[in-house]
């Protein structure tokens, strides 16, 4: 069965940049296609980035020019360096491989506020 770890979340202020970190238990990540998604408070969970096998990245508007996707794969982890948060991104952020046929893990709660 695989299992995705997300951690790196809290309270964080406005303007900060935490790292969040996903393990991937159960299988190997070298060839899939990993992402980022969060969902807010009353709101669908929505995609926040994407990263193929061979490095290529895209990202959702709010991400664009302030979320990095990167991974290691020896470490099978995929991380999201996040910079200069905005109470609006406060979510639960997931990570998982994209297919179906994976369960979601617990997140890490993120919560920018002053």
């Known amino acids: 069965q695989v299992q995705f770890v997300e951690s790196g979340g809290g309270l964080v202020q406005p303007g900060d940049s935490p790292r969040l970190s996903c393990i991937v238990r159960?299988?190997?990540?070298?060839?899939?296609?990993m992402g980022w998604y969060r969902q807010a408070p009353g709101k669908q969970r929505e995609l926040v980035a994407v990263?193929?096998?061979?490095?290529?990245?895209s990202y959702a508007e709010v991400a664009k020019g302030r979320f990095s996707i990167s991974r290691d794969n020896a470490k099978n982890t995929v991380y999201l360096q996040m910079n200069n948060l905005k109470p609006e991104d406060t979510a639960v952020y997931y990570c998982?491989?994209?297919?179906?046929?994976?369960?979601w893990g617990r997140g890490t709660q993120v919560t920018v506020s002053s």
């Open positions: 998982k491989l994209s297919g179906p046929g994976y369960s």
């Open positions: 990263m193929t096998n061979d490095g290529s990245t």
């Open positions: 159960g299988t190997d990540i070298s060839m899939a296609v």
